[in-house]
Nanobody, 114 residues
Framework: QVQLVESGGGLVQPGESLRLSCGAS????????MSWYRQAPGKERELVAT???????NYADSVKGRFTISRDNAKNTVYLQMNSLKLEDTAVYYC????????WGQGTQVTVSS
């Protein structure tokens, strides 16, 4: 199993930016597609962005043009750069491997509030 630890969340105002990190330990994630998910209060967990080992990327329509997913296989880490944050981006953000689901980490809270 791979241990996933998310970090980088915080409280920001609309329009500001955050960069989330997902560190993996226990095994290399370099050969896996990796995704960021989020879960807002009272809602189902949703897929935000995915990056394949090849570097191919997909985003949810709600974050296209604002969020950027990237990975550093040498550091066994996946990132999510979030720009132009909106109130509706408020959620706990998680990472995982969509085709090799690992135990979920604790997530990192992102709160966008004016």
């Amino acid at each position: 199993q791979v241990q996933l630890v998310e970090s980088g969340g915080g409280l920001v105002q609309p329009g500001e930016s955050l960069r989330l990190s997902c560190g993996a330990s226990g095994s290399s994630i370099g050969v896996w597609a990796m995704s960021w998910y989020r879960q807002a209060p009272g809602k189902e967990r949703e897929l935000v962005a995915t990056i394949a080992p090849s570097g191919s990327i997909n985003y949810a329509d709600s974050v296209k043009g604002r969020f950027t997913i990237s990975r550093d296989n040498a550091k066994n880490t996946v990132y999510l750069q979030m720009n132009s944050l909106k109130l509706e981006d408020t959620a706990v953000y998680y990472c995982n491997a969509p085709l090799h689901i690992q135990p979920w980490g604790q997530g990192t809270q992102v709160t966008v509030s004016s």
